[in-house]
């Protein structure tokens, strides 16, 4: 293990240079109003500001009306088109697994015919594969407690590993996407078991994928020293995997890959950014808040049948006297959907399945009594420009905590599933190129007269 970087001491020279730094960076919040400035690119009802076109995801969460307006209505995700919960009740029907046949439907805008899906899903089992000692040399050397920084490190590692890392041609960037995608379960999986051996004196155990597993089946192989899981187990991850694919070119990674795409730069430095951007709490960690929200509500609620106490409770978390005093009900609330998120809906039925199998209803029927009670608790106490539903946070954290995935690996999980949308959002950039992605910021600083060293006070 390499030595650690030894904290310097705070001194009151440093802190007073920060008061300094505070000072001269604060913005007036008036002046956002004044210059009409769409803070986080959204206006005032939530919807997000036009700044590109696609033919990837699509969210459905208005109507629009003959006179012009919208309504809310509930929401529906699309893939290229298709309609998401009509493609899971699709795989739900021939009984088998559709996250890979979901990235090829992503990568190339149409959905494979069975010849086509064989291919594709061998080529995917060939690539699942990483460069001979990289876990040794990489993922062993001073491994992270985050994996997510874990992940990006192995990204930007394996450009030293690609002798065409800086071709960005069409060809050997859809290579390169290719490969992450197979390779991004391995990165996350093998990541956490060296974390676990250095940080929690852990046996360090690693499987090699079987090419005849899927995705999710070959997370569960390699995660689980036993290399057993149920079938309901890996359906339910393979459609966790579906639901996280992908959701449009506005949100914060997916722009992300937009961006760094558009200044011509490579394919591993793309990733990397944006997995950076996905594992804010903001982003793909609000499902391990969510969790954790809920593991205090459960001590601090005595009876979760009682819907006056956790009423109580939720506006004691809206009010910053519960949990981590944030002021938020994590899970709860999105950007763009307003009445309903589908992907919380077509998680639902499966959670109560896998809560009965894992005895665990009790708690199941506490998440949809907070679901069911909290909109009307966030209307009391808030001023709403829309509705709020739970969103797929809500119920993902609580279905890893039934698949027995460590906390570590929630955030892991939206990227092995995103990697393919953003995949597919970088080749769209590229296909169609325009110019660097650089929006306008208007300085409001007031303009001030050189003063020379010797008469600074």
């Known amino acids: 293990m390499r030595e650690k970087i030894v904290p310097v001491e705070v001194t009151p020279e440093m802190f007073n240079m920060l008061e300094i730094c505070k000072r001269n960076k604060q913005i007036d919040p008036e002046l956002y109003k004044k210059y009409d400035v769409k803070r986080g690119l959204r206006d005032i009802n939530g919807k997000g500001v036009l700044a590109g076109l696609t033919e990837i995801g699509e969210i459905h969460a208005y109507n629009t009306l003959p006179d012009g307006t919208s309504e809310p209505c509930d929401g529906k995700l699309f893939y290229h088109g298709y309609n998401v919960e009509d493609l899971i009740a699709g795989f739900i029907k021939d009984k088998r ?23 594709f899903t061998t080529t995917l089992a060939k690539l699942r594969t990483i460069p001979p000692s990289f876990v040794r040399d990489i993922i062993m050397q001073a491994p992270s407690k985050d994996m997510m920084n874990a992940l990006s490190r192995s990204v ?9 890392a800086d071709d960005i041609s069409l060809p050997n960037v859809l290579r390169q996407c290719l490969q992450l995608i197979a390779q991004f379960p391995l990165l996350a999986v093998y990541g956490y078991q060296a974390f676990k051996y250095y940080h929690e004196n852990a046996s360090f155990i690693v499987h090699a994928p079987k090419p005849e597993l899927s995705t999710a089946e070959n997370i569960l192989h390699m995660l689980r020293s036993d290399s057993k899981y149920t079938p309901l187990e890996a359906k339910i991850l393979d459609l966790a995997l579906i639901l996280h694919a992908e ?22 430095s793309t990733v990397a950014a944006s997995l950076g951007a996905l594992k804010g709490p903001k982003h793909g960690g609000a499902n391990i808040k969510v969790t954790q929200m809920f593991e205090d509500m459960k001590k601090n609620i005595k009876n979760w049948n009682d819907d006056k106490e956790i009423k109580q409770y939720l506006s004691d978390l809206l ?31 499966f959670v109560e399945s896998l809560s009965k199998e894992k005895g665990r209803e009790d708690e199941f029927h506490l998440y949809s009594k907070v679901e069911k009670l909290a909109p009307s608790v966030i209307a009391k106490e808030r001023k709403m420009y829309k509705g709020v539903s739970a969103n797929v946070d809500f119920y993902s954290g609580f279905v890893y905590s039934m698949l027995d995935l460590p ?26 190129p325009g110019k660097i992605i650089r929006p306008a910021y208007k300085s409001v600083a007031e303009h001030k007269e050189y003063v020379p060293l010797s008469e600074r006070k």
């Open 97 to 119: 697994f559709g996250f890979e046949e979901v990235t090829y439907l992503l990568m190339f805008g149409e959905l494979p015919n069975k010849k086509q899906l064989d291919i």
């Open 156 to 164: 930007l590692t394996l450009y030293a590993y690609d002798d065409k």
């Open 247 to 268: 959701h449009g070119g506005g949100n914060n990674s997916t722009f992300t890959t937009h961006v760094v795409t558009s200044s011509g730069t490579d394919t591993y």
């Open 319 to 349: 009010n910053k006297k519960a949990f981590d005093k944030s002021g938020l009900i994590y899970g709860m609330g999105h950007a763009v959907y307003s009445l309903s998120d589908p992907r919380a809906n077509v998680f639902k039925a």
């Open 407 to 432: 906390m570590e690996l929630y955030t892991p999980m939206f990227a092995i599933a995103r990697i393919s949308g953003w995949s597919a959002h970088r080749i769209e950039e590229l296909v169609n």
